[in-house]
């Protein structure tokens, strides 16, 4: 955890949110974290004390579980932010901020704002530093070797929100109850959860955790159809892929061995490509069809096969638009995050050979 850059801080940070109390105690920490380096807070030591806080329960741990990240973090690095805990003071207190760190700071407000929020918690932290992750080696390489990602932070956050301990909660949030209208209701700590975010427990799982979409938003009418609908088109694209692989199966042994192209084209999916190289190669493999005799049955289920994939790519894109509230959202970000994904869990198995793992 030394320190990377050499940019000096000239104040505080601002407080422009109310914060939680965990959210205070994790700022302190980080500059408890900074004064052991001999300099002022950077982003990565905001990261480390909010990723390795020694409350489990806080909307940050609830989010590295719901996401398999606190994996990746070593037993060094959470000993180390819980002896920064137990030295807060005055001392330590005093530590300034990096620019790059005040800025993450300064971006608090937003995040809140962002999850429909009223007060900024260690979550809204986590976000702030992973979007300024680039300005700082060792956390852009955390960055990369994790696979860490805003919009799967932010997507969990909206989650576990029902899940956070008393310190971390929100100041106007008075937990499940029985009934939604029920007024004076207790505390929110008498309602605290019993279960946790456990998260992605295997490679695979992990290789697709940023294109699961979540029911966080399923308040939503509107969100509640696009469900539904994306369910009745899911079932009809699994459909047309098993009518198009008997087709093929029948083709390969009656007609002609050309005939596994057409499996290419139905492996290559949202997954691999985007909608115009898919689309492209079906194109490719009609003008060739022709020449290698390929039948016209074969090609027809498979033209119906892709016709239903690309309204079901569609529509899951627009279900993680609504969990990350981000109508911009391009199937070109979801690859993005689909291969840090693949990154990720490559790392995850390297760890879990060499029995790195950090439990839980």
């Known amino acids: 955890m030394s320190r990377t850059t050499e940019e000096t801080g000239t104040g505080a940070a601002p407080h422009a949110v109310p914060r939680t109390p965990a959210l205070r105690r994790c700022v302190e920490t980080a500059q408890a974290l900074a004064h052991d380096d001999g300099g002022p807070v950077e982003v990565l030591h905001l990261f480390f004390s909010v990723a390795c806080d020694s409350a489990s329960d806080t909307r940050s741990r609830l989010v590295m579980r719901a996401t398999a990240w606190h994996h990746f973090l070593t037993d060094e690095t959470y000993r180390s932010v819980a002896e920064a805990a137990t030295a807060l003071g005055a001392r330590t207190r005093a530590v300034l901020f990096a620019p790059a760190a005040a800025a993450a700071l300064a971006r608090l407000a937003y995040w809140t704002a962002r999850t429909g929020d009223d007060t900024a918690d260690t979550a809204h932290l986590l976000m702030a530093c992973l979007e300024a992750g680039g300005g700082d080696k060792e956390m852009r390489e955390a960055v990369r070797s994790m696979g860490l990602s805003v919009r799967v932070a932010l997507s969990q956050a909206m989650m576990v929100r029902r899940e956070v301990a008393a310190d971390d909660r929100q100041l106007n949030h008075r ?10 209701r207790p505390k929110p700590h008498h309602f605290q959860a019993p279960h946790r975010a456990i998260g ?6 992990i290789s697709r955790r940023s294109q699961m979409t979540s029911t966080a938003h ?3 009418h509107l969100q509640s159809h696009l469900l539904r609908l994306h369910l009745s088109v899911a079932w009809w694209h699994q459909l047309s892929i098993f009518a198009a692989l008997a087709v093929l199966i029948w083709a390969s042994l009656a007609v002609t061995l050309w005939s596994a192209l057409w499996l290419i084209s139905l492996s290559v ?3 691999h490509a985007s909608p115009p190289l ?9 003008i060739v069809s022709t020449f290698l005799g390929i039948p016209w049955l074969l090609v ?7 016709l239903i994939d690309l309204p079901d790519g569609r529509l899951a894109l627009l279900q993680i638009r609504g969990d990350v509230g981000d109508p911009l959202l391009t199937e070109g970000a979801l690859q993005s995050d689909r291969r840090a994904d693949r990154r990720a869990a490559g790392y995850y198995r390297l760890l ?3 029995r790195e793992l950090t439990p839980e």
């Open 278 to 286: 898919r689309l492209g190669a079906d194109a490719v493999l009609v």
């Open 200 to 205: 992605p427990r295997k490679g695979r799982h």
């Open 218 to 220: 399923l308040s939503s």
């Open 300 to 306: 027809g289920a498979a033209l119906v096969c892709r």
């Open 352 to 354: 879990k050979i060499r």
């Open 269 to 271: 999916r949202r997954n």
């Open 175 to 184: 937990g499940p109850i029985l009934s939604r209208s029920r007024s004076g």
